[in-house]
C-alpha cells in the first residue's frame, strides 16, 4: 500500500516532445512537492502546493507547469522537453517536518 | 539564502568500520536538521531529525548532534553494515506549515564492503 506513488517510473523520451508524470499520495498531506535530482544526485526543490494551491516556485523554466487537481495529486507536465531536463523528479508529500517520497520518474530525453 | 554543504564522497569502508559523514549548514534564525537516505532505485527515507541546539537525533544505530556554536550535524555510525550502502543527504528546514520547504546539501554515496 505505497504512501507516494508516481508514474511511469521510467520515461524516454525525444527532445521537443510533451510529458506528463502523475503522483499520487494516500497519506491525507496537505502539501505536496516535486524535486528534481540530477546525474550527480543533486536534489532541489522545484515546486510545492498546498491544497491545491502554489506556494514554492523555484525559478524552473515555464515549460514545466505544475497541476493539482485535488491534494491528493500533483502532476508535472513538461513542454517542448530538452536534453538538460534528463533527471530523476520525485514526488513528495510532508507532515510534522517529515518528507514523504515516491520512488522517482527517471527521464531520459533523447 | 540558505544552504547544506556535506563531505564529498563516494566513502568505501569496510564492514563494521566507524562511519562519519560531515555536514555544516548556513541559515538564519532556527533551522531544524535531518538527515536522509536513499537507497539505490528508491526515494529518499528520513533517517533521523534535529530540532533545536545540542538535540541527539538516532535511529538504526546513526546518530547526529546539532551543534549551533559549529553550525553541524555530522552523521556516525559505530559500526557500518554492507546494507548501510546508500547516499546519504543533510538537510535543514525553514518556514512552517505551507511555507515548510527542506533544502538538501548534494549527497554522499556510501559503499560498504563484505
Known sequence: DTAVSQTPKYLVTQMGNDKSIKCEQNLGHDTMYWYKQDSKKFLKIMFSYNNKELIINETVPNRFSPKSPDKAHLNLHINSLELGDSAVYFCASSQNEKLFFGSGTQLSVL | ?114
Not at chain 2, 544505530?61 to 552523521?75: I, N, P, V
Request: charged share 20%.
Open chain 2, 1 to 114: 539564502g540558505d544552504s547544506v554543504t556535506q563531505m564529498e564522497g563516494p566513502v568505501t569502508l569496510s564492514e563494521e568500520a566507524f562511519l562519519t559523514i560531515n555536514c555544516t549548514y548556513t541559515a538564519t534564525g532556527y533551522p531544524s536538521l535531518f538527515w536522509y537516505v536513499q537507497y539505490p532505485g528508491e526515494g529518499l527515507q528520513l533517517l533521523l531529525k534535529a530540532t533545536k541546539a545540542d538535540d541527539k537525533g538516532s535511529n538504526k544505530g546513526f546518530e547526529a548532534t546539532y551543534r549551533k556554536e559549529t553550525t553541524s550535524f555530522h552523521l556516525e555510525k559505530g559500526s557500518v553494515q554492507v546494507s548501510d550502502s546508500a547516499v546519504y543527504f543533510c538537510a535543514l528546514s525553514k518556514g512552517g506549515g505551507s511555507n515548510y520547504k527542506l533544502t538538501f546539501g548534494k549527497g554522499t554515496l556510501l559503499t560498504v564492503n563484505p
